[in-house]
């Protein structure tokens, strides 16, 4: 097994989620130097965290003798510079989400870093957590039949830095910030073969004095005719509300992934500390999370990447699908402000053809049957339709 | 107390519904008479209730001598006309989902009623569940603050009866079925006053070998900016999903009707029996309701009729209410054809004007306050922006 | 139909419920005089409820003209004298629970009643919700198999009025409280004519400064073999902890009637209002109940009752029942203090006897068939255990 | 940091569990030789985890001279020879629970190690289940206030394999199986330094013909007047049940750690695979949990394990924990023989003492509060206790 010697550029909330989970959980790749724009800060990221190192010379900590991956995870404008010089180092690069702030940077950095040749991963954490990597797994599998309808849904009270809430500096609001979980999640769900067709999208901005959207509602349209449908809020009360919830012919699948785990907790309060990303109270009913970097999939998303790294293979998120999940932004963007279905324009689709969801109906002395149900007593009651009248009729028989 | 003596119209899978409702809980209203089209059913029915009379003469039925409230319990392509007759007739009218096929139709027989001065209410049992009930009144004490979003999801594997499938009898497929349900849940959420501007939609035929749609995602956009959101499936795997999620400034509420109501149970099998409505196995982990009656709404419903029909005034759910679902069910079918924004388009909007989400933002020597977060050692965080150049920064200051 | 006027005797917190349930949903029977200590309660109990007359005189209450059914809503220490007084008047008997203080002044009721001749119903709502009527529907229809063990636990912070906490009153603490609820439970689910058998208690006083217990375990052992075990608690932190579990042979069943209903609601405060009965704070997460005298079991409750009388039967809870609830909860304090198993001492079992709980196992090959799991390839794998030798071995076989 | 080479005695079903977690997710410490009894199971063991070596020889697997853990994955009763035999070679020792089948057994194994001066690891894994160990942290850190009351429920529908059923090789029933691990889920949360000072305990063996229980209840005293309960089942229908409840003067928790953990799925079947460890079907409602190995706190374990022996210090859990727990599951068998209340014996208690659980009560006006609640308008009920007269009353004051 080999160990990586890792550059941290960014030391801010998702620096220390990284660190937590590289540190802790797979204590044999350690961060060797950590790039902060700020000199305090880095240095107390260092201290935090036994590192040996800072710097506020980002080429420097990217050509660090001793380090072979880089992790970004720097503002959203940061990106495609870092992103460019890691490529121009060789060295193998993770990029936090989103990948740009719209689907050009995004291009041009998939294109950085193939020119180069260097490993590139998108760190997606959501697509990891072990709930949804089992729930695909599960829908791989057959389990829920075609998928018809995957929601997927990230809501909050805002978030915590202040550069978040700066499109200047984002590419957005709600939709840069937590939309990009949402398509991804989508797309494991509805198979990263089936290509998005197009997008409705509805934004608004009803509570924060800000001019990008806090609130975002979108559907997009596969080319299985799956629909994809993802709602993201800055404005939600109550905690972090991440559930996922898919619909197949064969299925369904529920996911909770913070609000209602099976972990619930009353305090009277008093002995304050930390409850979970984004709790609001700290005292009456309060629903922590076991293992936070677990459960929202920094961990098996690491293991991924270092495995990948490793067996020189590509990741499961890869800087191609960050740049379709940018892709499928613009066009929400887009349809916000023409309110009407806007085309995904993607300069190139690596993902094949994926048929239309389709199923042969059973055909019962000549009419087509529409329903099937099971009565108390056994038999079979169809619902039936004659093909030539258009007429609709019941019907019920023995049980086959 | 008065009592009534009721003519029941329609002796299908509603009628048995509304006739245990009003048998068993208000037992001093009995149905005296019932039409049925089909002479067996209408003699089964009226057997399995106790009822004295059945025909399948509709007119003698509603002038029954005897009989001073008509229950409209037919498919929807039957409701015009039995409206009208009743009206007619001068009797109070209480008429099953959704009003018409269309708004036109609906709109007909509101003025139907209205001219004739007849009682008219709407059976839109869903805006009645205890759980909907007592949720409205907290949003309406400003529990929530002021509502920004309201999803509302109706989904299962396809209604039970052949007429039910075939749009030219409906008026359309699972919008015209489930649709109508969400649309009454989220006025109620939103505030009835709060205009429906436009409707956003995506339906398709995604399962059964029908003409009209198995699926349909919504948005609806009221004249606050809050948004409604409706779901309706006839696909759905395991059950009946029957939720409901408000979102509002300062709350939320999640409403689970049918599958997760506290009340789960795993049987090996074996016994049989009823589970609960659109239940689809009988063995396994299963989740019943207490009294399904009352949980979806029908008891609080006919106590409510009746006791507007002896007060003297109008029902929580009216004819006008049926024909706003309507017009709302119209735009989203061209927005569907049309794969855009489309005008709810209503002939008299009786609820007035509700102004737009707002609040005024906190200011913090002379910065905008966009987010306040209280840290575990009580200090708060502020995220601040500069009106002058747009910029976005932190600030921690003490707890006020 | 015949119709009902009711005495009411007692005016408190339970008089509340009572009336709220016999004014609202049976419209038809009302409340014609209010028996109160305390002749300002009586008379503001009066007005809430629009009774005609209350007066102080209990005796005058009972042997009022007009009325035929007499409610017994007083503190337990008044319960005897009271029944006696109905009995000798020859009305209709409903008492609240638990029937006495203890199984002597119960036997006592049950001997006035039952040489009075007088119908008497037991008003042991919690046996009455709709999710108990129909789980226990579901056991007695075999869903489950053989009964083995029932959890019931009842918990809050404690009650509201004064007289609850002085045992010299009620008969003891949280079990006399609570537990009379519990025992009721367990028994509808192990069967009525399941006789309890023995019973052993733990009882301690951990926060109230009293004398009687608020917190109590017990497990009360059946004939049948079945366990039912109550846990019972005036120290709950976080509203009321309503639950039961069953365990069957062939099944599980898993009730929730209060905190976690499909009901939740986060609110940022503000709005005050009623929440729920010992709800604890009216902000943060909230966890509603619908129609709380639907869910507690009011509705059905007084429905068996009434039509009980009016159909010449005995009602679903009898004085019997209380009766065999005060012999459990006698042997429940003995236990407590003996440490021990302590039998139940009934003068009387009405039950018949209930076999133990069997089944004649399976023999594969001269062997005992211990368990049966069917492997992912569909395979059985068999644990089998050698009769001669008492050793233990597996099988894989195919699937018959 | 150190790499740790494995020998692992033992090749079955807890040992599959254990060389997931240790090859996958810690997988700088490998297995180096697999000791099983039989070649065929031994040699199928090292192939399934690329396994450099297996053996039927026992001695010459601890002996090994690369290794330097060993991990004792045998059935109980072959514990006390194996650990007796590491002792002597000086290793670090990693026990599976129970420690041994009585505590008899587990002192001797607890002299054994601490004589030959190794580390010993408890491999008590629902200890450390990532909920159970942030629970704990809540509780340490006061937000529980005192502990009351902890249950700690374990049930389904028996043991794979054929030994597990023999209780003269496991000492037990479903006590053995598991109770132990109830006992130190409740010893975490009482507090490890909180004596067990007696046990009450119904066992019955109700299904499975076995000689030994199949089901039981215990309560245990504990020396602060905690209880904690444990509840233990091979005869659970539905799947494993696994939930933790512990209350608390001043709040509450609930665990769920299978069941009901924010992953629901519905499948009309066909796809066939693992649902999750002791699932009864593969169809209907499941619920899966996301990642077993992590939920079921084997990570967690061995992290602490390896750092444990590492940084030269004692295991979370410990032989003494495991000689504990021994002990409490033999005064649970006495007890439940003796059908009373029986002391837990101990030779040598190391957890010093624990005041009772005490509060000082408030006195208001000479009379001590009983309860003081907040009423909707912001006053305050106060029940109130005259200490001279033993009456109680109520009392509404301002809000201080």
Chains 1, 2, 3, 4 share one sequence.
């Not at 900590?61 to 510079?81: G, K, S, Y």
């Not at 797309?187 to 067709?197: A, M, T």
């Not at 012919?249 to 990303?277: K, P």
């Not at 087509?368 to 099971?374: A, F, L, M, Y």
Request: with cysteine; glycine share 10%.
């Amino acid at each position: 097994m080999r160990t990586h010697a890792i550059t941290m550029l960014g030391t801010g909330f998702i620096g220390d989620f990284y660190a937590t989970t590289l540190h802790r959980l797979r204590s044999h790749d350690r961060i060797r130097v950590a790039y902060a724009r700020n000199e305090d800060r880095g240095r107390a990221f260092a201290e935090r965290w036994g590192i040996p190192e800072a710097t506020t010379d980002m080429e420097a900590a990217i050509r660090h003798p001793e380090t072979d991956v880089v992790v970004v995870a720097l503002p959203n404008h940061l990106h495609e510079a870092a992103v460019k010089a890691v490529a121009a180092a060789g060295k193998a690069i993770l990029c936090t989400k989103p990948l740009g702030r719209n689907a050009d940077e995004a291009r041009r950095m998939l294109a950085a870093v193939e020119e180069a040749g260097v490993f590139a991963g998108y760190l997606e954490d959501l697509a990891y957590t072990p709930k949804t990597l089992k729930a695909v797994a599960s829908v791989q599998a057959g389990s829920l039949g075609e998928i018809t309808w995957v929601r997927s849904r990230e809501a909050h009270p805002g978030p915590h830095s202040a550069w978040f809430w700066d499109g200047r500096l984002t590419g957005g609001g709600a939709i840069i910030d937590l939309g990009c979980h949402c398509i991804e999640i989508i797309r494991s769900f509805v198979g990263k073969g089936n290509r998005p067709i197009e997008v409705m999208c509805h934004t608004d901005t009803l509570v924060h004095p800000i001019d990008d959207e806090d609130n975002a509602v979108a559907l997009i349209r596969f080319e299985s005719g799956a629909i994809g449908q993802f709602e993201v809020s800055w404005t939600f009360r109550g905690g972090m509300d991440l559930r996922d919830e898919v619909a197949g012919t064969e299925g369904t699948i529920w996911l909770n992934h913070f609000l209602r785990t099976g972990f619930e907790m009353f305090t009277a309060g008093g002995s304050g500390g930390y409850v979970a990303e984004k709790a609001e109270t700290a005292a009456g009913w309060l629903f922590p999370v076991g293992d936070e970097v677990v459960e929202l999939g920094y961990v098996d998303m690491f293991d991924d990447m270092f495995e990948a790294i490793d067996g020189g293979r590509v990741a499961r998120e890869t800087f191609y699908d960050g740049y379709v999940v940018n892709a499928v932004m613009d066009a929400a963007y887009r349809s916000a402000r023409s309110g009407a279905w806007t085309p995904v324009e993607l300069h190139e689709w690596r993902g094949g053809t994926t048929p239309r969801i389709a199923s042969t109906p059973e055909v019962h002395e000549g009419k087509v049957v529409i329903k099937r149900e099971v009565l108390p007593d056994g038999r079979h009651k169809l619902v039936l339709k004659d093909p030539a009248t258009g007429d609709f009729s019941d019907r019920v028989v023995g049980d086959a």
